[in-house]
Structure formats: structure tokens, C-alpha cells
């Protein structure tokens, strides 16, 4: 009887913090992907690990979308992801300050071979928040771009 009680208790225990991590982590679905933005600021904090990469971008005060943003080339085998519209339709937020921007996991950073920025960097990208910017000045990247490099998180370089 007492391993019953033991048993379960670390069933129930399990279930909690599993729960708990589950409910933490917000699906990709959560981002509006109809109106792409264009940030570009100076890293003010990262996280280089899994689940995914995260940087605190503090947006340039002049913050301004680069004449030659739509003419990029988007890697290849992005097409499925039409990445030639995603870049013609970035606009700039109407949030300013820093944001957190969510990037892919270490295995694609990896594989694009892209490098870890270092704070005081200053980085660009291309990427999905919230429907009309609603709540924390959050974004998925699509595109991270950093000097002359485009790199297309949501696929494996070719």
C-alpha cells in the first residue's frame, strides 16, 4: 500500500511540472505570420541554448527599413515560406524599446553556421509578433540577418 501511495505521488508530481513547462511554452501559432516586421536594434542580452535561441534587442531610436530590404535574396529553400513577399511586406513595428526576439532551435543556428552575436551587436531581422502588436513586444524570426547574411531560421541550410 505504501508503494502505491509513493508511486502516485511521483505520478502527480510528474504530471504538475510537466504541465507546468508545457503551459509555459507558447506554440509557434500564437504569432500573427499575415505582417511581418522588420527589426533592427543592439543586443542588449542572450540566451545561446535550447529549446530556442533568445536575444533582447534594444530597437535603434532611428530604427528605419533598408531601401534594398525587398530585393534580398531569401535562402532557397525558403520558397515554401514565399520568403521573397515575407521580406517585400516587412513593415516596422509601432513598439519601440527592447524586444525579445525567439529564434530557431541551436541545430538550425548550427547548421546555418550563424554566429553568437555578442551584446552591443547590432542585428536585423525579419519576424512575426502578436495580432496588432497585442501584448509583450515579443517575435519569432523568420529572417536574422546579421552584416551581410540572411539566414532563414524555420529551414535547414541547403
Known sequence: MNRRIFVSSVSAASTIALSRRVFAHHGWSSFDETKPIYLVGTVKS???QNPHVELVVTM?????????????TAPPQTTPV?????LANAVLPTKRGDWTLELSPMTRIEAWKVTQPRVGDIIEAVAYTFKDEKGAAIARVEYLISGDKLYGLRSMPA
Not at 60 to 72: C, E, I, Q
Not at 82 to 86: M, T
Open 60 to 72: 535603434l531610436p532611428d530604427a528605419k527599413l533598408p531601401a534594398d530590404l525587398a530585393k534580398r
Open 82 to 86: 514565399d520568403g521573397a513577399k515575407i
Open 46 to 48: 542572450l540566451k545561446w
